[in-house]
């Protein structure tokens, strides 16, 4: 397969069913016919660049990194955010999640990467396991973006909260998950994005297969924000 046609394979799909899209869309947990119009309006307008831009797979690729909510644990197979991003987008993807992993052992895995891992776009996603050591994360964190390339394209992903009693507001989970979350955004700015607010606490349940990891809608929910980030950029 040449992937540096995949983008204009996309376009034409696109352009011939644009129903079919849309349906896919709501599928994919985009909730309203109006955000899922609002996605594929993009994705249309911006194909043409990706085809420019896609001279190699690396240039068309989303690298994920992270612990089991970026393997997609509580979902079924290619239902991880991961592979939900690619498919929304029709780029390629690699799933650098394992389940269970603390900042440090994403960080040791992420740095002894193989070639052709950096060209695309890469989102960091770790510290769910270990928050509470707030300057160990951030370390590991930063070591991740720094091991990137110059002008390299990437997202650093917040820790969201669990449905754990150490985790309920006011408590001290809430209070350590806050503070690294503040910590990531003020080092990471626009690169940062805050997933907790895809999830308002009155609905959490709805978008969990347990206290921590998240089912198909929520992967999902957590997919189109951050092609939203991808297409307002147009990374």
């Known amino acids: 397969m040449k992937y540096a046609r995949l983008p204009v394979v996309a376009l034409l799909l696109v352009s011939v069913s644009v129903n079919c899209v849309l349906a896919g869309a709501i599928g994919f947990g985009i909730t309203t016919r ?9 994705i249309k307008s911006t194909a043409g660049v990706w085809d420019e831009r896609a001279n190699d797979i690396e240039q068309s690729s989303i690298a994920c990194w992270g612990d089991s909510l970026t393997a997609g644990t509580g979902a079924s197979l290619h239902e991880d955010y991961c592979s939900v991003l690619a498919n929304l987008l029709y780029r390629n993807s690699y799933n650098g999640g394992v389940g269970g992993e603390t900042s440090g052992q994403i960080r040791k895995r992420m740095l002894e990467r193989p070639d052709g891992l950096d060209g695309g776009i890469t989102i960091i996603w770790a510290g769910r396991n270990n928050y509470m050591e707030t300057r160990e994360v951030i370390n590991d964190v930063s070591a991740m973006v720094a091991s990137l390339p110059r002008q390299a394209r990437f997202l650093v992903l917040g820790v969201i909260r669990g449905e754990y009693p150490g985790e309920l507001s006011g408590q001290l989970g809430d209070t350590k998950i806050s503070e690294l979350n ?18 308002p606490l009155a609905n959490a349940s709805t978008y969990r297969a347990d206290q921590i990891h998240l089912n198909r809608l ?18």
């Open 34 to 42: 109006a955000a899922a119009s609002a996605l594929v309006h993009k």
């Open 182 to 199: 503040r910590e990531l955004a003020h080092a990471y700015g626009t690169s940062f994005l805050d997933i907790q607010l895809q999830f």
């Open 218 to 235: 929520g992967y999902s929910k957590v997919a189109t924000a951050v092609a939203q980030i991808i297409l307002d950029r147009n990374w």
